[in-house]
């Protein structure tokens, strides 16, 4: 079975800081991943995905996030905080399951808070 | 590209009236989901077509939910009767999917915010 897991629920960070947002996934199979945001009263935007290829995917705004198979993680980082960047973040995975059809399953999210 | 377009962004009725939540897809896309987001359950998948198909609809809270999708641009979501535990924000997504579930990128609209009094 497939599972994401957002291991915080709300990040709070001040401007010009990094950013670390965490996830953790459980797949039987190769699964493609992906980060969205959604910013207040809008719909989610896709930031970045990883779909077998390189394992750093850098996505728009500054942000990345590196696949690592051996800790089954897709942690999502920016090197410096803008005001901009406070949002609400999904992790995703997408996969084939064991009973061979795809899912799609979404994180709880983690809220990100950037202070001045 | 216009992007996924949802109406009404904002309803606000009363218990037991009907609710039609409206989408248009991103042209040429040929799957569209239909989710659901509230702060208790978070983002829920409701159901989702696969080229005017419905494949999955496991998720529809029961049968006061239908949904459909009469051409590849259009499809409406359907409450009826309302009750206020329906109240979340209803969002419709589309991509280039298949029908096993592989569904590529989404493409998210604004969402429609309903309140059920």
């Known amino acids: 079975a497939q599972s994401v897991t957002q291991l915080d629920s709300h990040v709070s960070v001040s401007e010009g800081t990094p950013v670390l947002l965490r996830c953790n996934y459980s797949?039987?199979?190769?699964?493609?991943l992906f980060w969205y945001v959604q910013h207040p009263n809008k719909g989610l935007q896709l930031l970045l995905k990883y779909t077998s290829a390189a394992t750093l995917v850098k996505g728009i705004n500054g942000f990345e996030a590196e696949f690592k198979k051996s800790e089954t993680s897709f942690h999502l980082t920016k090197p410096s905080a803008h005001m901009s960047d406070a949002a609400e973040y999904f992790c995703v995975v997408s996969g084939r399951g064991n009973t061979g059809g795809f899912k799609t399953i979404f994180g709880a999210g983690t809220r990100l808070f950037v202070k001045a | 590209d216009a992007g996924v377009i949802q109406s009404p962004r904002h309803e606000v009725t009363e218990m037991g009236q009907e609710v039609t939540l409206r989408c248009k897809p991103i042209s040429g896309h040929n799957s569209l989901f239909w989710y659901r987001q509230t702060m208790m359950r978070g983002l829920e998948l409701l159901i989702y077509?696969?080229?005017?198909?419905?494949?999955?609809d496991s998720g529809m809270p029961e049968d006061r939910f239908s949904a459909k999708m009469p051409n590849a641009s259009f499809s409406t979501l359907k409450i009826q009767p309302s009750e206020p535990r329906d109240s979340a924000v209803y969002f419709c997504a589309s991509s280039f999917g298949d029908s096993g579930g592989n569904t590529g990128e989404l493409f998210f609209g604004e969402g429609s915010r309903l309140t059920v009094l």
């Open positions: 077509f696969n080229n005017n198909v419905p494949i999955d």
């Open positions: 797949s039987s199979y190769s699964p493609s």
